[in-house]
């Protein structure tokens, strides 16, 4: 004895079923939801032998600062240890601290530049 009525196919349990009476499984898509990049602070440190005047062009040059808020960064540096050149996403933060860090080994200095979760 065969049927040859078509079949539906069955549902896994976990799975809703909803149908207008065809057969037909509407299934509701998410929205996807993304979360912005986390942000990183790149700092330097201070030390005894970097010249003030190298800082300054160092986050001049580097972190687009104008002399005024460069000097006064340089300073808080100078009195407090380290300052907060900027805040950026991980890859860029990091390409500074690298191009910091050559920069200063190229002009002989032991300038330390880091980067930490902001």
């Known amino acids: ?3 040859d009525t078509p ?3 069955k549902l896994p ?4 079923r909803r ?7 509407v299934v509701e898509r998410k929205r ?4 912005p990049p986390g942000l990183y602070q790149v700092v330097l440190l201070n030390d ?8 300054v062009m160092v986050l001049q040059h580097f972190f687009q600062h104008d002399v005024d808020t460069a000097t006064h960064i340089m300073l808080k540096i100078h009195h407090e240890g ?3 050149c900027g805040v950026y996403t991980k890859d860029v933060a990091a390409t500074k601290v690298e ?11 032991p300038l330390q530049c880091i980067m930490e979760a902001a």
Do not use: I, Q
Not at 19 to 25: F, P, R, Y
Not at 32 to 35: D, E, G, L, N, Q
Not at 48 to 55: A, I, S
């Open 13 to 16: 349990p976990s799975a809703p």
């Open 19 to 25: 149908d207008g009476g065809d057969g037909a499984v």
């Open 99 to 109: 191009l910091v860090l050559a920069a200063a080994r190229r002009d002989g200095h």
């Open 48 to 55: 005894d032998y970097t010249p003030m005047e190298f800082v």
């Open 7 to 9: 079949k539906t196919p």
């Open 82 to 84: 380290r300052g907060v």
């Open 32 to 35: 996807a939801r993304t979360k």
């Open 1 to 3: 004895m065969s049927d």
